[in-house]
Nanobody, 121 residues
Framework: VQLQASGGGLVQAGGSLRVSCAVSGGTFKRYHMGWFRQAPGKEREFVAVLTRNGDNTYYADSVKGRFTISGDNAKNTVYLQMNSLKPDDTAVYYC???????????????WGQGTQVTVSS
């Protein structure tokens, strides 16, 4: 399966942005679909996951209440809607797919190329 992330950009603090992860070579509902992010000089961290079949969602405490992960079956695409953005949200955002549910990035087998999100103060 191949993942293509897009939609990053520059936004002011308090603004919103939606990043997308287009899935090809298989249906995203077969996988647990996660979003991770990595800021310069920091480790890659978990942001959110949509469980296979779209049954449940889980979020990192740092984004809970501000970010929403969802999937569009018709477009075979997973989204991360980001609201009330903060400068600390600045990072490269990666989508990933795993057959096993986890918030650990090492569990994920398939990765998109990443999209840059920059939040200015």
């Amino acid at each position: 399966v191949q993942l293509q992330a897009s939609g990053g950009g520059l936004v002011q603090a308090g603004g919103s942005l939606r990043v997308s992860c287009a899935v090809s070579g298989g249906t995203f509902k077969r996988y647990h679909m996660g979003w991770f992010r990595q800021a310069p000089g920091k480790e890659r961290e978990f942001v959110a996951v949509l469980t296979r079949n779209g049954d449940n969602t889980y979020y990192a405490d740092s984004v809970k209440g501000r970010f929403t992960i969802s999937g569009d079956n018709a477009k075979n695409t997973v989204y991360l809607q980001m609201n009330s953005l903060k400068p600390d949200d600045t990072a490269v955002y990666y989508c990933a797919a795993a057959l096993k549910f986890s918030s650990e990035w090492s569990t994920y087998t398939y990765w998109g190329q990443g999209t840059q999100v920059t939040v200015s103060s």
